[in-house]
């Protein structure tokens, strides 16, 4: 079981299902996010192969719910969502809960500070946090998770394969805005709105510098696109 909140993740989630196929004997996968724009993706992805679902809600009797009755052999949680009552119910059933490309921005580590007491009550139900850079690691450890239970491995957005050789033929005319950040967004999504119209048989990619900034973007540009 694979938890991707929204379509960063579900890049993530989909390299790691490709993996597991490929070196265990794992043949049966459920990824759950919280949008329904990520399943749908997710769905014409992978079609039949892997069963998508949206995450219940964190309440213990939805969670007990959806858990009842399954034979999860691990749940894993695709960079920041920590729900105390899936973590904690996952745990109770002695399914091993871990955090893959573990991250926690500036403003999410400032809440959880304020309460680490109960954030190191929750994460001392999850067994392992892969953490995506040296820095989140000591996030995750100032929040009370345990340093034995942490590993560094680097972000997973890049392990992903690709297929074909290194020649790559230009079919389409395309526009690229690569390294984004938060603050240049604005400026950005108005000229794509402008090249739209002027442009609007080319295509255009957009390649924020952080992946949670996806949703923002996604928000932004559905109606227009």
């Given at each position: 079981w694979i938890h991707a909140a929204s379509i960063g993740e579900a890049v993530i989630a989909e390299t790691l299902v490709n993996y597991l196929k490929k070196n265990t004997n794992l043949s049966h996968f459920l990824i759950t996010t919280n949008t329904y724009y990520t399943k749908d993706l997710l769905q014409k992805k992978f079609r039949n192969d892997v069963h998508i679902a949206a995450l219940p809600f964190d309440l213990k009797c939805s969670v007990k719910r959806?858990?009842?009755?399954?034979?999860?052999?691990?749940?894993?949680?695709?960079?920041?969502?920590?729900?105390p009552n899936l973590i904690w119910e996952a745990n109770?059933?002695?399914?091993?809960?871990?955090?893959?490309?573990?991250?926690?921005?500036?403003?999410t580590h400032s809440?959880?500070?304020r309460f680490s007491f109960f954030i190191k009550h929750v994460l001392s139900s999850v067994n392992l946090v892969i953490a995506q850079s040296d820095e989140h690691l000591e996030r995750y450890a100032s929040i009370g998770m345990n340093r034995q239970k942490m590993i560094c491995t680097g972000n997973l957005k890049y392990y992903r394969e690709i297929s074909g050789g290194h020649e790559t033929i230009v079919k389409d005319n395309a526009?690229?805005?690569?390294?984004?950040k938060e603050k240049e967004l604005?400026?950005?999504?108005?000229?794509?709105?402008?090249?739209?119209?002027?442009?609007?048989?080319?295509r255009i990619f957009i390649a924020p510098r952080e992946l949670y900034l996806v949703d923002v973007i996604e928000k932004e540009l559905s109606s227009s696109f």
């Open positions: 959806f858990i009842n009755g399954s034979t999860f052999k691990i749940l894993i949680i695709v960079e920041t969502e920590i729900w109770k059933r002695g399914i091993p809960v871990v955090i893959v490309n573990g991250r926690i921005s500036d403003k809440s959880y500070r526009i690229t805005f690569g390294s984004i604005e400026t950005i999504i108005r000229v794509i709105l402008m090249l739209k119209k002027e442009f609007s048989g080319f």
